[in-house]
């Protein structure tokens, strides 16, 4: 997307210049991109005694407005009526059809229109330009991914499978008492690095410092994506790992997926929090927190007993470094070999991407 090159050899390599965090014009031309990605939509369980939900944060990712329906299969459909552009669902739904409430025209939940009041005389009609419009949908063990054109996220789940592909990720409950949504004041892509490094932990995050073996903290990279693995201090919370898992005889207290550009899904002993990072503006970056409990006995324990905290410790680094960025001081750093090896793959693939 631009002219600067991110050098492979991290030991020489400089970090992103800062117009990459600071220029409307970069935010923009990045944000068109989003169109060809894979992007969360809903964990399957969302749907639990819903017919349809919106998906608010996919708008503002990608600038579509979209809904999930449950029946007769899964799947991401527009929210636009075709009619008059009017807005179908907002927020959820329960019942078995969907209906415009600007002038009632109704769909089956699989898209397809069913009535419309006052159109008797029109010719031609309905047509297929009627149906509400389908989007590429994937699901992953109940995890829903959606697009207007979207590739590149199957080595990505294909690593996941390896894994942590044992889990019951499906059966996982949704828990809408966890979810939060924080504007925070700074680019997305400085929350991206923030994430993908331990190196702060020591400075920043106290008692998840605790709760880990920073010494041991490790960091994987795949294609689109990162995984940091947290290994647990002695005597905190960890999974039950199988013997078939690459990481059987590990203390694992968390592992931390990050997959391009801003989906964190962070798998902990009491199960999965999906973080994720939507841009907003240059400098408006919006989080978004789902939880998916596993076992609940678990919760409030370990690495992922506090997440409140971390985030708010997160956040003030974030909006500090962002106004930091901005100084016509700072152009760009240097990356840790040993530590930042996640942010110098993100930095790769953003000046890459096509």
């Not at 949504?181 to 994430?195: E, H, P, R």
Request: glycine share 6%; aromatic share 12%.
């Amino acid at each position: 997307m631009s002219n600067t090159t991110i050098d492979p050899d991290i030991r020489k390599a400089k970090t992103l210049p800062s117009s990459f965090y600071i220029d409307p014009a970069k935010h923009s031309e990045l944000k068109l991109r989003f169109r060809k990605i894979w992007h969360f939509a809903a964990h399957i369980n969302q749907l639990a005694d819903k017919s349809a939900i919106e998906l608010k944060h996919l708008e503002k990712l990608i600038d579509e407005p979209m809904i999930m329906t449950s029946e007769p299969a899964t799947r991401c459909i527009s929210n636009v009526c075709t009619h008059r552009g009017m807005l179908i669902v907002d927020g959820h739904c329960s019942t078995n059809s969907l209906q415009c409430p600007y002038h009632g025209r109704t769909f089956s939940l699989d898209g397809s229109m069913r009535s419309m009041p006052e159109f008797e005389e029109v010719e031609e009609f309905p047509s297929t330009e009627d149906n509400l419009r389908s989007f590429p949908t994937l699901n992953w063990k109940g995890l829903i991914f959606s697009g207007i054109e979207p590739s590149g996220i199957e080595s990505s789940l294909a690593e996941m499978e390896k894994r942590v592909g044992w889990m019951p990720i499906e059966k996982f409950e949704y828990d809408a008492t966890r979810n939060r949504s924080y504007d925070i004041n700074a680019n997305w892509a400085l929350y991206v690095d923030n994430y993908l490094e331990g190196f702060h932990i020591p400075f920043v995050h106290k008692d998840l410092n605790r709760a880990l073996d920073y010494d041991n903290y490790q960091t994987e990279l795949f294609e689109g994506g990162v995984l940091q693995i947290g290994i647990a201090s002695d005597g905190d919370s960890t999974f039950e790992i199988p013997e078939d898992s690459p990481d059987f005889g590990l203390d694992v207290a968390a592992y931390y997926y990050w997959i391009f550009p801003g989906l964190m899904l962070n798998f902990y002993p009491w199960g999965l929090s999906v973080n994720l990072v939507v841009p907003l503006s240059v400098d408006i970056t919006r989080i978004i927190y789902h939880g998916f409990v596993w076992d609940r006995r678990m919760l409030a324990k370990g690495a992922g007993g506090d997440l409140d905290k971390v985030e708010s410790e997160d956040q003030a680094i974030v909006e500090a470094t962002h106004r930091g960025v901005s100084s016509s001081s700072y152009n760009r750093g240097r990356y840790s070999p040993t530590k930042e090896k996640g942010v110098h793959h993100f930095h790769r693939i953003l000046t890459n991407y096509p």
